[in-house]
């Protein structure tokens, strides 16, 4: 079962640079430092958008954006640490 535990683990530290990378890309991509006509660019924030964007919407129902800044990544974020924390203060259960 601790093997259990370590792929849940894996898979949170996974959506965590998901959302991390998706913040910094449309940091990089509103500052114009990247450009979305690059074929390579596009392609990553195509996938990541088909990935996040049905989290961010189900976020956003609850929380919307205030005065244009979107808060969905940072709750997205609080939630997988959430998470992780409960998933480590119950490690113990994972061990029967």
């Not at 535990?5 to 940091?27: E, G, K, P, R, Y």
């Not at 660019?41 to 996938?47: C, E, G, N, P």
């Amino acid at each position: 079962m601790l093997s259990l535990f370590q792929i849940l683990m894996l898979i949170l530290d996974i959506i965590w640079f998901f959302i991390i990378a998706h913040v910094i890309m449309s940091w990089l991509i509103n500052f114009q430092v990247l450009n979305l006509r690059q074929p390579l660019v596009a392609q990553i924030w195509h996938v990541l958008n088909r990935l996040l964007e049905p989290a961010y919407n189900f976020i956003r129902r609850f929380i919307p954006p205030i005065s244009g800044i979107d808060l969905a990544p940072l709750i997205a974020l609080i939630g997988v640490y959430a998470i992780r924390i409960i998933l480590i203060n119950n490690v113990a259960t994972f061990y029967y």
